[in-house]
């Protein structure tokens, strides 16, 4: 149940950021907003390698 929650929360932040790119085409904020998610994915990927519970 974590991992579904946890999969579909980081879809949701990239459709968000998604979003927010499009309209606000600007280069700055695409690579802050990339970082962010790519942050958040590799967490995501070390939380269930290591099979942790955040």
Avoid: Q, W
Avoid at 15 to 32: A, E, N, Q, S
């Amino acid at each position: 149940m974590r991992f579904v929650l946890a999969l579909s929360s980081i879809v949701a932040l990239g459709i968000f950021i998604g979003i927010l790119v499009y309209k606000v085409p600007r280069l700055d904020l695409g690579l802050i907003s990339l970082t962010a998610f790519v942050m958040c994915v590799y967490d995501f990927y070390l939380s269930i390698k290591t099979n942790e519970a955040h």
